[in-house]
């Protein structure tokens, strides 16, 4: 029981960090190559120390949106962050995916 504990705690305590960390390691090199930028550019704006166990999917529906506003090529910006919370979600460092929150909310307009 302790031991389970433990390892729940860990899990909950693991950084945002620690988590690209795990996850760019766990790529072959040239899948790492491409997608070390975009990871790392999520960390940076989420922040690094922060606990996986707090990201929420409204913070991941602002990023997209922010990450939409300053490029034109979103999908190939979004698709390495994406991965990492899918690896989180298979390594079961996530309860649920948060990959699906990463979309880009496309604006309704009405015709003529």
Do not use: C
């Amino acid at each position: 029981m302790v031991e389970l504990q433990f390892v729940r705690m860990a899990e909950e305590a693991l950084s945002l960090e620690d988590l690209a960390l795990r996850f760019l390691t766990s790529l072959p090199t040239e899948e790492r190559t491409d997608k070390q930028q975009e990871v790392n550019r999520f960390v940076q704006w989420y922040g690094k120390e922060r606990s996986i166990s707090h990201i929420t999917p409204t913070e991941l529906e602002t990023y997209a949106q922010w990450t939409a506003a300053s490029t034109g090529d979103v999908t190939r910006k979004l698709d390495p962050v994406r991965a990492l919370f899918h690896y989180a979600k298979k390594e079961r460092l996530l309860k649920t995916s948060l990959a699906p929150h990463l979309r880009i909310k496309q604006a309704h307009t009405k015709g003529p």
